[in-house]
């Protein structure tokens, strides 16, 4: 195995659908060896922005009545992304580490953002085996961000005030932020001491991924905007920004 992460990309279409776990497939197999559980990234998404050093495991968990002994784990992706990490065995589960660099893993393109795959070979200490593709899905992401601005702040009861923002999200061609166009983005307010957001109107993203809306004052409370993602996008939350209502 590699000692140190690597993608190999070509040019490809993604290949972009929800978060799933598909049923195990046996490409290889010999023996009682069977892959019980596999997780990435303790459950959750990997996000990547645009500079920092994105770390991340994958556990395989196998079973097998002499023991398992060692596996090779690797991912991939659309745009023919692949993805190797150094791999440890302790007990029953096998761990790799990934480390990705974007300015130095991702040559300059997009394509990666979509859904990738877990393969995993896994021998058994009686030489039993499993090798086995598509082991479970996970969706590798370009990180996004999301602002709120509400104003004029205080303001009179009745008035109308305007709510500015721009959700944005990590350009792997350039390594920076660029608007994200076209998205619908809900506009959500909590009244002061509540505890639940409420949705107010739903406004999408301009040709830049600007946000502007306007609303009634009519108590004090906090405004802020609200994505839910895409397939290549995570969800995100503005801060908070609270209106004193007069």
Known sequence: ???????????????????????AQADGHYGDTAITKVTVN????????????????VSVTAKDNSGIKEADIALHGPGFGYLTGKTRCSGSTCTAS??????????????????????AWVDAKDGDYIWTEKARSFKFQRAS???????????????????????????WD??????????????????????????????KT??????????????????????????STPAVNSTADFVDVK
């Open 1 to 23: 195995m590699r000692m140190r992460t690597s993608v190999a990309v070509l040019t490809g279409a993604l290949a972009l659908s929800a978060l799933a776990v598909p049923a």
């Open 98 to 119: 990934f480390a990705v660099d974007p300015k130095v893993d991702l040559p300059y393109s997009n394509d990666y953002a979509g859904t990738w795959y877990v393969d």
């Open 206 to 231: 301009d040709s830049k991924g600007a946000l502007k809306t306007t609303v009634k004052a009519s108590v004090d409370g906090y405004w802020r905007y609200s994505f839910a993602g895409t397939s």
């Open 145 to 171: 961000t999301l602002t709120a601005n509400a104003a004029p702040e205080p303001v009179k009861k009745g008035k109308t005030i305007t709510v500015t923002g721009k959700l944005a999200r990590a350009n």
């Open 174 to 203: 350039d390594f920076k932020y660029h608007g994200y166009t076209a998205q619908p983005v809900k506009l959500q307010f909590l009244k002061k001491g509540g505890k639940a957001w409420s949705t107010v109107k739903t406004v």
């Open 42 to 57: 303790g459950g959750k998404n990997v996000v990547l922005g645009t500079s920092a050093v994105k770390k991340f495991t």
